[in-house]
């Protein structure tokens, strides 16, 4: 299948700095992107949708000013958690879909951020 | 909210079948059901997906009832490697696609 990659695979930050996180497809192209939030032993939150070229689309709930979404290529996607506080210490998981390949969306390992 | 509903939990012996079932019971036409499965701390993992007919492939196969309403995710030899959280989502499959995820099945293999 696919590969998805994201960057970084863990990171501590303190509260009030910025954290990235990069979403690749290494082998494909994904027209959209997806970005989900997962919470100890809870199952996993859409949190948008992102499409390239365009402004992603939010979930209801999502502050979209709070979690800054780039989607400036076919392979790359960034999630930026702005400010963060330690309630945004989570799970973060992207997702891409693969144009023209069926209608699986393959998942990268995830990036386990904390924030003290 | 997740379309889907799932037992919470599962034992499995090792080295035997797993059945895991999903009721999707307000699914339309053109919904197609899908299988993911979470190993702990991981990305989800695609199984299998189908629409109407049975799928099977070198992972699992996937039994929908003829009225659609339910499906059966089935591991034909679980392996200890198998346990893990199953996810069962029904969605339409084009472009404009997005998952909701419900709790899942958290699938334990017992040696």
């Known amino acids: 299948g696919a590969v998805v990659s994201q960057h970084p695979s863990r990171v501590i930050c303190k509260s009030g700095t910025s954290v990235k996180i990069e979403c690749r497809s290494l082998?494909?192209?994904?027209?959209?992107m997806f970005w989900y939030r997962q919470f100890p032993k809870k199952s996993l939150m859409l949190m948008a949708t992102?499409?390239?070229?365009?402004?992603?689309?939010?979930e209801q709930g999502v502050e979209k000013d709070k979690f800054l979404i780039n989607h400036a290529s076919l392979t790359l996607s960034t999630l930026t958690v702005t400010s963060a506080h330690p309630e945004d210490s989570s799970f973060y998981i992207c997702s891409a879909r693969q144009w023209e390949a069926g209608d699986e969306q393959f998942f990268g390992p995830g990036t386990r951020l904390t924030v003290l | 909210d997740a379309k889907t509903t799932q037992p919470p939990s599962m034992d499995c012996a090792e080295g035997r079948a797993a059945n895991l079932p999903c009721n999707h019971s307000t699914i339309s036409g053109n919904e197609y059901v899908y299988w993911y499965r979470q190993i702990h701390s991981q990305g989800p993992q695609y199984i299998i997906h189908?629409?109407?007919n049975n799928e099977t492939n070198e992972m699992a196969s996937l039994i929908i009832t003829e009225d659609r309403k339910s499906s059966t995710l089935i591991l034909p030899h679980a392996t200890l490697r198998d346990t893990a959280v199953y996810y069962c989502i029904v969605e339409v499959g084009d472009y404009g696609q997005n998952f909701v995820f419900g709790p899942g099945t958290r699938l334990s293999v017992l040696p």
């Open positions: 082998d494909f192209q994904a027209t959209t």
């Open positions: 189908g629409l109407k």
């Open positions: 992102s499409n390239e070229g365009s402004k992603a689309t939010y």
